[in-house]
């Protein structure tokens, strides 16, 4: 379990992957409820 948060607080594009993990489910969720809505999700690599 450490070695999953200890990832999870790495930066990732100046950010913790946490934060961007939250943000594509709120973009994600929007997309849901919202079809007209384009989700274009974070690519890491």
């Given amino acids: 379990m450490r ?5 999870m ?3 990732v ?3 913790p992957r946490w934060n961007l993990l939250m943000q594509q ?5 929007r997309f849901v ?3 007209v ?4 999700p974070y690519l890491i690599r």
């Fill in 3 to 7: 070695a999953f948060v200890q990832r």
């Fill in 9 to 11: 607080e790495e930066k």
């Fill in 13 to 15: 594009a100046g950010q």
């Fill in 25 to 29: 489910v709120r973009e994600f969720k």
């Fill in 33 to 35: 409820y919202q079809p």
């Fill in 37 to 40: 809505n384009v989700y274009q």
